[in-house]
């Protein structure tokens, strides 16, 4: 069964950084984009930042720009996010998903599949 299970979540100060896992098993993510979802209390899902099976990285929010990238080792079978500049805004529940390539990043968030059961980012003083 494919799955996708992220990790690296934590209590963070403002400032810091943090390096977030995405990791597959029961399928090869080489065939697939990959795309880092967040989603605060009372808030909706929301992309953050995704990247296609040729590594071109298409950007959801702007909020991001500059402090987050994404990255993939398709050798690992693993896609990151890595965080920096961490504000309180940016506590949420982390998720990754994946989509067929042939959709590209430009797909709608309800192509997206395989959804992991997030990690938890608090950023706190």
């Known amino acids: 069964q494919a799955q996708l299970v992220e990790s690296g979540g934590g209590l963070m100060q403002p400032g810091g950084s943090l390096r977030l896992s995405c990791a597959a098993s029961g399928f090869s993510l080489r065939y697939y984009s990959i795309g880092w979802f967040r989603q605060a209390p009372g808030k909706e899902r929301e992309g953050i930042l995704c990247?296609?099976?040729?590594?071109?990285?298409?950007a959801y929010a702007d909020s991001v720009k500059g402090r987050f990238t994404i990255s993939r080792d398709d050798a690992k079978n693993t896609a990151y996010l890595q965080m920096g500049s961490l504000k309180f805004e940016d506590t949420a529940i982390y998720f990754c998903?994946?989509?067929?390539?042939?959709?590209?990043?430009?797909?709608?968030?309800?192509?997206?599949?395989?959804w992991g059961q997030g990690t938890q980012v608090t950023v706190s003083s």
């Open positions: 998903a994946v989509v067929r390539a042939f959709a590209d990043c430009s797909g709608d968030i309800s192509d997206f599949g395989s």
């Open positions: 990247i296609n099976s040729s590594s071109r990285i298409t």
